[in-house]
């Protein structure tokens, strides 16, 4: 009996490769975006790469750019419109956002200081990681209940996204689309992606207020809030042209590998803005690069000062591993971390707000560095490494 | 069939059925009964709502009996074809070869490759572990129609999977923190990703592969007496073997690209089938591992829903967690006899 059905099998197996073959074929590609004229005037962006925003008599198209891609696609774009009656008249594809936005669920903590900044922090009702946050009114927010906490930021709660119906959601955008952003997308919600990240420059992340801004209405707001900014930043940065420049080491060891910004990142580009020297300032990349100790004690080992370090004590630092002892900003004791402002659960304003304070953020390295040159100001984000910690110190 | 083995399969059937209404009622939205009753049953009023219980939970529902069905068939299949209690969907390497596929998409796409992965928008992920898993179950397809001992394939199945595993933390330790995240998230397993439109794909090769599975029954009782008595009965082993490794790979395969990895399910559920049911037969067995593959991956559904300091337990963990003691209790068993 079992012999003739083992003839029928292999014809099924084939039946059963073709169903899956054709299966995988069967989707289809998604159309591309049109172009549409008349425009009456684009914001002028001055160091952010990707985004524009072009201003049309009724309505705001914001254009977020696809970083992984070589021709400036567009990763999405969105039609902010004011007036119900304009939306027949929107083209049929990107986004449509009645503005100003007036929920908001928030997945990623830079975010914050621009809508701090905009004034539109009430408009939060979700964030991610909730016991990793710094800010103080976002957390008194969670424990009222007034804003929900949605969980881990990769993959966050769907259902409970969905139950707070907010007008659309911040979420970091990846070369691939994740879960999370097409659930929402297929629900109806529309996904701000949030791409500030790959952003190499202090003052072209911080340029995104502008961005925010508009999905606010507050177009001249974000432009001041943002010339504010710029201003002060490049005011240090003139401070600094003249020192005799200091060499710098970044980062830390993360099992066995110790990763330091590449030239092209927005660390390399703030240590050139401080005045200071870094050995890879002439690399291409604009992630990090991983070496081993024994090139990070041979390149980096008479470094006048190292930012980045995970530890809090030179105890600790050593307590770790003794070979940091043979660099030479540990023996000078010119080791800073970024720790000056965190809540034991984990949060940290550095995360948050130095996106929106690029000028604080530089003004930390000056002061650690040449700190003649800032003689009043005290470090907002990082901290001087502690001989010992509260423990040993007893 | 025993007359207590039918009470056993109602009972296990109504059981199924009980688990899945329960899976569409449980959730984090706050959404009450009564409410998601309306919305299974016509509208609740409340579009968001309707949303979350007919277009999430049910498909979420569904996937988990698909994919608890398909699992543990498949552990079935590996546990008589090579005749190793500890064998489940796994031992081929198919699963680690659709982490390979979602690995090397997830870490690379952020390169050259972007445009095409961009082209394949939300099913990027899918293809790729479907690649990875079939690039796998080609390879073991090719040893297994070759060679006559079926250990021989098992190890050589384990070590393709111990090195797509190593290929794997390669490609890690080159990625930067962010990518990394996302793999780690793909390997947690997810049973909501499976939306109405991708639910004929992930149906299209696991029906007609269980369907098949049922053509099997008396092969693989023979198969349990060993290779030789099977062979003295008339049954071409080589060409079985390989129907049973098609059909494990490809439904494990394509299960693991839309879910993410399973764990403990496959490896676990024909046991608790075989001794509840106290035969080894497969007539009884399978279809009593299909209701128990289900009935597992509801249970691991909801309980996945209780939140734990704001987090949904990762579906992969939930089953290990489940399982793992059972399969403590199988060694244990087993030392005893």
Known sequence: ?394 | MRKNSSLLFILLIGLVIAAFIADLFTGNAPISLQEAWAALVGSSGDAIVDEIIRNYRFPKAVTAVVAGISLSASGLLMQTLFRNPLAGPDVLGVSAGAGLGVALLTLLSGTVVYPFVSSLGGMAQVIAAIAGAGLVLFLILGVSARIKDSVTILVLGMIFGYVASAVVTVLQSFADPDSLKVFVTWTFGSLGSVTWNKMPLLLAPVIPGIAMVFFLIKPLNSLLLGEHYAASTGLNIKRTRFIIIAIAAIVTGTVTAFTGPIAFVGVVIPHFARSLFGTVNHRTVLPATLLLGSLLMLVCDILSQVPIANRTLPINAVTALFGAPMIVWIVLKRKRL
């Not at chain 1, 946050?133 to 927010?141: C, F, N, Q, T």
Request: include cysteine; glycine fraction near 6%.
């Open chain 1, 1 to 394: 009996m079992y012999r003739k059905a083992n003839r029928q099998i292999p014809a099924l197996l084939l039946l059963l490769l073709v169903f899956v073959s054709t299966a995988c074929n069967s989707r289809q590609r998604e159309g591309g975006t049109s172009m549409l004229g008349d425009f009456i005037s684009s914001e002028p962006i001055r160091y952010a790469e990707g985004f524009t925003i072009d201003h049309a008599e009724d309505y705001t198209r914001v254009t977020i750019l696809n970083p992984w891609s070589n021709a400036s696609d567009p990763y999405e774009t969105y039609f902010l419109y004011r007036n119900d009656s304009i939306l027949p008249l929107l083209p049929s594809e990107g986004v449509k956002l009645k503005t100003p936005l007036t929920s908001l669920a928030v997945n990623t903590f830079s975010y914050f200081s621009f809508l701090e900044l905009l004034g539109e922090m009430d408009v939060i009702s979700g964030v991610t990681d909730g016991f990793r946050i710094y800010h103080p009114g976002i957390l008194e927010k969670i424990e009222r209940g007034d804003i929900v906490d949605l969980g881990d930021p990769f993959q966050p709660d769907i259902e409970r996204t969905m139950a707070l119906k907010p007008q659309a959601v911040i979420n970091s955008a990846y070369a691939q689309l994740d879960r999370y952003s097409e659930r929402l997308l297929q629900a109806g919600f529309p996904v701000i992606y949030s791409l500030e990240w790959m952003e190499t420059s202090p003052l072209a992340r911080a340029e995104w207020i502008k961005l925010m801004a508009a999905f606010f209405d507050k177009r001249e707001a974000g432009d001041s809030l943002f010339n504010a900014i710029e201003q002060e930043y490049l005011q240090l940065r003139d401070k600094v042209e003249a020192v005799d420049k200091k060499s710098v080491l970044a980062g830390d060891i993360f099992q066995d590998t110790w990763y330091v910004p590449g030239g092209n990142s927005f660390n390399a580009t703030l240590f050139r803005d401080a005045g200071l020297d870094y050995r890879y300032q002439d690399n291409n990349e604009s992630g990090s690069i991983g070496l081993d100790i024994e090139s990070v004690l041979t390149q980096f080992g008479k470094s006048d000062i190292w930012f980045g370090c995970e530890a809090g004590t030179y105890a600790e630092l050593v307590n770790k591993d003794a070979k940091y002892l043979l660099l030479q900003p540990v023996k000078n004791r010119k080791v800073y971390n970024n720790h000056n402002r965190t809540t034991p659960s984990g949060g940290n304003d550095y995360f948050e707000s130095a996106i929106a304070n690029p000028h604080f953020v530089l003004a930390d390295l000056v002061k650690a560095a040449y700190p003649h040159l800032l003689p009043d100001y005290s470090f907002t984000y990082i901290k001087p490494l502690e001989e010992l910690g509260a423990r040993e110190k007893k």
